[in-house]
């Protein structure tokens, strides 16, 4: 028995195997806002089948669901990289009106404390939805458990990397697993990946990873502790920090 069935919940389908999850995503980006919150929603589609996930959907549920009808895809689950308020907003109501799964990380389930009535909690095993491979990656840092996805070669990463910057850090030990999770990516992360945040200051979604490594300051660091001080460095301002264009 599995940890997710041991506690009533449904497991990831199965991985799919390379030969049979090669296609590239369709990746729609929904730009949403309620007062001074502005984020960015990915619909992620397989072209083959139109199945379709969700990233993060939060605020215009009207602007979802125009988005789904005009490309004729198929929610089939919802994708949270964290449980910050701003990137759940919308989670419940759609898994109940679409009957689909809700995904977020085990370790954020326990850290946050959310609930609903399909999650499902996952690790970094991937899975496959059509012909598309879903493959969480434990990106710790901003919260206890975020996760980027990687989904061909597009990484839906919430508050994790901007192009710009990296997310908030509540402490030293926050900071270092920000430093941390950002070394992963540059490991595990091609050139060529597109990066999809939750949020967009500046540069719009869908830039390269190379494009974001010459502009990003928080991926030039090479040790835990200078990171650290500048993501905590006093003196930030705070309108700043939620100046979302």
Known sequence: M?????AGKIPPPPF???ASAVAQPEVVVLHVARGFMKNNNYLVIDPATRQAVLVDPAWEIEVVEAALAEHRAQLRGILLTHAHFDHIDLARPLSQKYACPVWMSWREIAASGFQAERLIGIDET????GRLTIEPISTPGHTPGCVCYLIGDHL???????????GICKDVDAAHAMYDSLCLLKRRLSAHTRIYPGHTYVRPPGRSFAEVLGCNLYLQFRDRDSFAAYRLRKGQSERKLLDFK
């Open 156 to 166: 839906f990463c919430g508050d994790v990397l901007f192009a710009e910057g990296c």
């Open 16 to 18: 799919a195997s390379a």
């Open 126 to 129: 991937p899975w496959s939805l």
């Open 2 to 6: 599995t940890a997710g069935q041991a």
